[in-house]
């Protein structure tokens, strides 16, 4: 055989499962519940989708698709416009499924990130029929090592019927090893995660599955989607200088050290902008206990800023990643990618501590954010793992802009039309204008802050107002129900939250 | 001396610190955090802050009283009423000082109960100056053996400057050995939580601090505050029946054995008829790892339903309460009281897979739940540990009657006006027209299977209504954002909830 490729499939029964994509696609049959790699546009499964689409183009295939997070390469997409979605967990941040999503077609349903698999190895949701795992390889014991993520593929890959393993022949080999798969005991055998440092290793550096399951083997060359780079802006900027400031007085107050605590970061400009922050900052050591690791995970290391980091999977823009995977060896032995379910899980987030950083869509006067729907009702991605770090973290710092839409949107509102983190959850809220430091406040005590600190004119005064107006009505969180979505409601009126001249 | 009590002062050199409660009280000043013990109504300090609330009738002391939970004994009443209390937190359920902090006179911070001592050991709050502590004995090392809850009172006694420790005589010696004190080590040393099973203990059965710190010694002979009988009813009764007709398709299913798993039930009427209603199941053996335990639990010990309970503290009617104490050591090897750090650890609960029934205020058509704000402003209580059990439980259950107010108000709503756990930390929602098993759903399904299980007319054909209306607007999560409170705002104007014929 021309293509053995001995070295990406080491276990040689496994070579007569080598076939194409059309042909692994036929395993899926309408109805199934489909688990595949992929987890923040990096490590999905590339080939199989779309011959799975293409089939879905002629004849009815609807499936329930379960990935890590989300996915690159338009998979989503495609799968969307071939109509084979019917169901699809537990995140995603595609406009065209999102849009199918949001017009009631595709039931989605969003999880905290690190627990879809806790759901299904209880059985509590329909089991995986078929598993898609991109890999780099797989071992002499039929074991699959991952690519850039490991996502939920681990469990997917030991819980389903059926594997189809796409090896990447574009991922260098040097991948090896980066991985550290840890899978928890079944109850009433669970034992404690035994992580106690973000460089610790507790799993193996491949995912362990009987070999006869793997049902069959496709070859890609597609890299995963370069992620867009999130340029710094003014408001950004200021975003960082003041989280920065603040992780300052947090030291000089004696409750940091320089080395902080292990930080979590969302993606998106926000979170590269605060992270781009630390390069010239007084803080040093640095680690990182993340999901997912973006350019400035990689610009903090060349800064000899950041000793460590570990996250569930890499997601680079076109021109880092040439630089990162060229030269991998010089960083392979800071970094570790895990299943997120370990990356993401509540035991380990509250034991180290993790100092946790994600963005919103809209915060409220008593710091209850929502992180997921537009208005209310539209679905942007997901909670994905902010839940999991907010809950559990040491520190839980939301940022976003003050505003959106040029202006016509105040992201601080009187109330969140949808609660993703509640007020216990939030610790710190910081906007372009400035930061709220919630941290020991009651409500009424934590409107005064997030209003003066985070708000600018008009939209301040107009928060003033109803506080003034909420607190005659008294309470410990006082609202006047009435007006509480008003903003909003003018917003789809007229295009603008703001007072309208009588 | 007459009054020595060298068996519960075993540590001769504390006998000079025995004094009276004014004069121990005395230690407290104006502006002081105060740790106190007490949790759901047991175990509280009963005679210094009563002298301290003597002293505020006359001087200007304001303080901030931290606890475990809530107060028996009237003491949060009469803080209050002396004009004692600037902050209270994490938790309370008097009906004075719930007034007093909705008219905004005392800042009410609520937390997860897990995390209270969390914040202190990081120094994220202002740390204690005085801890007070009812205690059954001191033993030979100076340790405090607390009484009937541990709460938050260990971490109070280490983290304070001086601890005051209120001997109760009317408790008996025999607790001694009930409890087990882990503290969490300081990061970044910080290891496992090591408990694996509900029956291990992990730590030690005092609460040792430096004998030094013990700035006075009082004694009391009063007793906990009996809890209410809560009475089930007919709807309790039919919550009950659902639920225990649920966890037999689980076993059927195969995902649950007769064992079940460990079992969290809130306090009050539902949770109590739910654990009644195991008394004639076929289940058995089962385990409780819960915050509190009430008669129910020594009512299914008694029926051999029950192998062992795990809690934070317990808390019995008058007749239960004489009962189980004067025959405690029938039970004390099936108890345990943990620290409620322990008791309501995320990572414990999680690794447990606790199944974990706890009450609403009210809930919404896609299962969003309030427990906490009636018309989203005003406290009933506080989060408590619902949250804690909620987020991190194997299976989540809400629990509440359909109706309040005679019928007045749904507790079935549009949207609920203060999220305390979102859709994602709801599995199950029951009242006594029926179950809604939302697992594996998307919003618009549970907003189905809530309002055709969970609601009686008129409301049922009301939200039907609400819903053909939002779905119009489309999205993932439908709403009229300027309807969603209308029924609300009804019932503040109208006194119901119900349409008015017009
Ligand atoms: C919340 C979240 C969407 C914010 O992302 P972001 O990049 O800071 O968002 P942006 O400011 O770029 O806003 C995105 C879009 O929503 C719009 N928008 C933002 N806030 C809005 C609001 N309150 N009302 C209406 N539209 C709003 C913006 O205008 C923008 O639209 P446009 O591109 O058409 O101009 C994103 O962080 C997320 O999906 N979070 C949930 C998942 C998560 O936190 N994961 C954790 C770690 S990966
Ligand atoms: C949510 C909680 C208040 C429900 O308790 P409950 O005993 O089931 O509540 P009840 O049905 O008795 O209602 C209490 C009161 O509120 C009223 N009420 C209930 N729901 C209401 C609603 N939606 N709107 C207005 N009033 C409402 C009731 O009429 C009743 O008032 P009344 O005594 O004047 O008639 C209680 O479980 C709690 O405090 N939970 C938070 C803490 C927690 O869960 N801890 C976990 C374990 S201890």
Redesign the interface.
């Known amino acids: 055989m021309l293509n053995a490729h001995h070295d990406r499939i080491r276990l040689p029964q496994l070579q007569a499962r080598i076939t194409d994509a059309a042909t692994a696609a036929a395993l899926i049959h309408d109805g199934m519940t489909v688990g595949m790699s992929g987890f923040t546009r990096s490590g999905e499964a590339k080939e199989v989708p779309l011959a799975l689409a293409a089939r879905a183009q002629k004849e009815r295939i609807k499936i329930t698709l379960m990935t890590g997070a989300s996915l690159g390469n338009d998979v989503d997409k495609i799968l969307t416009e071939a109509g084979a979605l019917a169901?699809r967990m537990p995140f995603q941040a595609d406009p065209v499924l999102r849009a199918a999503?949001?017009?009631?077609e595709v039931?989605?349903?969003?999880?905290?990130l690190s627990?879809t698999v806790?759901?299904l190895r209880?059985?509590?949701?329909?089991p995986i029929d078929v598993a898609i795992i991109e890999a780099v390889a797989i071992t002499e014991t039929g074991a699959i090592i991952p690519t850039t993520s490991v996502g939920n593929s681990a469990s997917y890959a030991i819980l389903a019927d059926q594997v189809i393993v796409e090896i990447n022949l574009s991922q260098a080999l040097e991948l090896e090893g980066l991985h550290d798969v840890f899978i928890p005991k079944h109850?009433?055998s669970?034992?404690?995660?035994?992580l106690?440092?973000v460089d610790q290793r507790i799993g193996s550096t491949a995912i362990q599955i009987d070999p006869d399951k793997i049902a069959a083997i496709v070859f890609t060359h597609k890299l995963d989607s370069a992620s867009p780079i999130a340029q710094p802006d003014e408001d950004t900027a200021a975003i960082a200088r003041h989280l920065i400031a603040f992780f300052e007085e947090e030291v000089n107050?004696?409750?940091l050290t320089k080395q902080l605590?292990p930080l979590q970061a969302g993606i998106g400009s926000i979170a590269n902008a605060v992270m781009m922050g630390f390069v010239d900052s007084p803080f040093e050591k640095l680690t990182m206990y993340s999901e997912v690791l973006q350019d400035c995970a990689f610009d903090l290391f060349d800064a000899g800023k950041l000793d460590f980091a570990s996250a569930s999977s890499i997601t680079l823009s076109e021109e880092k990643g040439k630089d990162v995977f060229s030269r991998f060896a010089a960083y392979k032995d800071r970094l570790v990618l895990r299943p997120q379910e370990v990356s993401n899980?509540?035991?380990v987030i509250?034991?180290?501590?993790i100092i946790a950083i994600n963005a919103a869509l809209e915060v409220d006067i008593y710091g209850?954010v929502n992180s997921t729907?537009v208005?209310?009702?539209?679905?942007m991605n997901g909670?994905g793992g902010s839940?999991d770090f907010a809950?559990?973290a040491?520190?839980s710092i939301f940022a976003t802009k003050s505003l959106a839409k040029g202006g016509d949107v105040s992201r601080i509102v009187p109330m969140v039309?949808?609660?993703?983190h509640?007020e216990?959850d939030v610790?710190i809220i910081v906007t372009e204008v400035g930061l709220a430091d919630l941290?020991?406040?009651?409500p009424?005590?934590r409107a005064q802050v997030i209003v003066n600190h985070c708000v600018a004119e008009p939209y301040r005064s107009m928060l003033k107002a109803y506080i003034a107006d909420?607190?005659q009505?008294?309470?410990?969180?006082?609202?006047v129900?009435?007006r509480?979505?008003e903003w909003?409601?003018r917003y789809?009126v007229h295009g603008s939250m703001k007072k309208i001249e009588e």
């Open positions: 169901r999503i949001n017009r009631g039931m989605y349903i969003d999880h905290h627990e806790e759901l209880t059985k509590q949701i329909a109850r009433p669970r034992e404690p995660v035994p106690v440092a107050a004696g409750r605590l899980h509540p035991e509250r034991r180290l501590g209850n729907h208005q209310g009702t539209h679905m909670i839940g809950r559990n040491y520190l039309t949808h609660v993703d509640t216990h610790d941290r020991g406040l009651a009424r005590e909420a607190n009505r008294g309470g410990q969180t006082p609202h129900l009435e509480a979505f909003h409601t789809r």
